[in-house]
């Protein structure tokens, strides 16, 4: 392969007598296109020395839900084979916490402790078992509701799905956490 060269003054002149007086073009289209930057990453929720989430809300949505209601959360862009194996307790759960009798308080600090935890370990597929909130004074299950709220809040959690009968029904969930590769 030959190296390529630079032209002398010579070959330039010459080749400008072959072509010709040339004149510039116009046209109506648009110039180049600037392509706009990459957007930046969202910096992560970090906990506090106690592991709790504190800026997950405790609001609950305009809609509870009954102790017998399934649940379903799925980010965007999820494969629908991964969400029917999750959906189907098919994703074999690296841990569990267990909510039972835990005040709203106590249960939100749990959880933020124990997704911090699963994060560290790289845990992706968890089980959560929060009731079903018969043992409460008003109609609605508080855990749940709660839950369901603040595992949509969190930017780690990518879907999660009401367990089978055997992993605890409704009573308990399949939670899917985002990859942490370091």
Known sequence: MARSRKPTS??????????????????????????PPPPRPRAPVEPDKHGSFDSLSDSIADESVSA????????PGLQ?????????????????????????AVAR???????????????RSVHIIHGKGYGGAGSAPVLKNRLNAWLRQHHDVLAFSSAQARDGGTGALYVLLRSTRK
């Open 68 to 75: 017998d209601d399934s649940l379903f959360f799925a980010r």
């Open 109 to 123: 600090r749990a959880l933020g402790e124990f997704i911090a935890h699963c994060l560290d370990k790289q845990l």
């Open 80 to 104: 629908q084979r991964q969400l029917q194996r999750l959906k189907r307790g098919q994703l074999a759960a690296s841990a569990e916490l267990d909510l039972h009798g835990m005040t709203a």
């Open 10 to 35: 010579e070959e330039i002149a010459e080749f400008q007598r072959s072509i010709g007086p040339v004149r510039k073009l116009r046209h109506d289209k648009t110039g180049p296109v600037r392509r």
